[in-house]
């Protein structure tokens, strides 16, 4: 499965520019996780890849964000998540964690755009590029 075009060169470019090491949380099971990063061209992007089916709990329970950032030792305030899903973000942002909505029109079709605007640290836009605006998103959370 290809991912959207902006994803591969988003990714690569947070971690060669600004060293960051990227995980993935999902509700997903691991082994179709482990799947899709493969098939994407994503091998070897994320540091770990944290499926509901590893930590026994799924998103957007508070647990689940607490459990990812307890296993790679940082504290929520301390991490970022990028994701397309407001539901997911509103339980990261509750527990301190950054919150980046990246625009896809395949999910939060129910979602109003403008709430999901103002409720995130970063809202690239509405354009199936928002990965491409990350950069300098992450550059404004500091």
Known sequence: MAPWSD?????AA???EFGLELFVLTNGTT????????????EGTFSLLF???LLVVYK???EAYKK???LVRVRPEEAGMVAAHACDLRAARKLGMKAVYVYR???GRSEDMDVA??????????????????????TALD
């Open 105 to 107: 029109w395949t999910d």
């Open 51 to 53: 499926s509901s089916e």
């Open 31 to 42: 082994r179709l996780q482990s799947d899709l990063t493969r098939s994407s061209d994503l």
């Open 117 to 138: 605007r103002r409720e995130n640290d970063v809202f690239p836009g509405k354009s199936d590029n928002g990965m491409e605006e990350l950069l300098s998103a992450i």
């Open 60 to 62: 957007p329970a508070p």
């Open 68 to 70: 990812a950032t307890g």
């Open 7 to 11: 994803v591969v060169p988003a990714l």
């Open 14 to 16: 947070l971690k060669e």
